[in-house]
């Protein structure tokens, strides 16, 4: 199965900061990448499929960039609503892999 | 807009059958376009891919390794749903479970509410 690592596990943020989570895969998935929100006791929320198409509804202030094996999101200007736990998921290859989660926190 | 509502218990006694519903609303179950995806969460395991049935001129169902020789997945075209059952749970099946559309190459985009499944007698 293809590994998917997130970095950080966790950060602390205030609102309007800009933050960046990185996720590696263990091998290259070309653009098969999608990102995740999660709150406390909810489903995840698709946010951003194929490395950087937002979801609709989703707000501008979230993108995706990346390739290969190594991809990105950001915040450019984080929200109260946007604290929660955020996840990428490849769609290379099956069974379509999780990272284990970044966790944002109020600072 | 289409919407996914999950039931069934949460708490199966050890070696029993642990069984939930996906009932669709805004989509088909058989639609040619999708495929209906079972996917767990547990702390100590993070996601993990169950199995999925999708229907292109007649069903295909798939389950994961880990759990096929003890998964069933009925799609239910009349009710327009989709049900899980899981054999002969151990603890290690206690986890939150989630029904999960899939379109286009791989796309998650829309998620059951999810059910906290607790295996203990």
């Known amino acids: 199965d293809i590994q998917m690592t997130q970095s950080p596990s966790s950060l602390s943020a205030s609102v309007g900061d800009r933050i960046t989570i990185t996720c590696r895969a263990s091998?290259?998935?070309?653009?098969?990448l999608n990102w995740f929100q999660q709150k406390p006791g909810k489903a995840p929320e698709l946010l951003i499929y194929?490395?950087?198409t937002l979801q609709s509804g989703v707000p501008s202030r979230f993108s995706g960039s990346g390739s290969g094996t190594e991809f990105t999101l950001t915040i450019s200007s984080l929200q109260l609503e946007d604290f929660g736990t955020y996840f990428c998921?490849?769609?290379?290859?099956?069974?379509?892999?999780f990272g284990q989660g970044t966790k944002v926190e109020t600072k | 807009q289409v919407q996914l509502q999950q039931s069934g218990p949460g708490l199966v006694k050890p070696s029993q059958t642990l069984s939930l519903t996906c009932a669709i609303s805004?989509?088909?179950?058989?639609?040619?376009?999708?495929?209906w995806n079972w996917i767990r969460q547990s702390p100590s395991r993070g996601f993990e891919w169950l199995g999925k049935?999708?229907?292109?001129?007649?069903?295909?169902?798939e389950y994961a390794p880990s759990v096929k020789s003890r998964m069933t997945l009925k799609p239910d075209t009349s009710k327009n749903q989709l049900s899980l059952q899981l054999d002969s749970v151990t603890d290690e099946d206690t986890a939150v479970y989630y029904c999960?559309?899939?379109?286009?190459?791989?796309?998650?985009?829309?998620w059951g509410q999810g059910t906290l499944v607790t295996v203990s007698s």
């Open positions: 999960v559309r899939l379109i286009g190459e791989g796309v998650l985009d829309i």
């Open positions: 805004g989509d088909s179950v058989s639609t040619k376009s999708a495929s």
């Open positions: 049935a999708y229907y292109r001129s007649k069903w295909y169902i």
């Open positions: 091998q290259s998935i070309s653009n098969h």
């Open positions: 194929t490395v950087s």
């Open positions: 998921q490849q769609s290379h290859t099956a069974p379509h892999t």
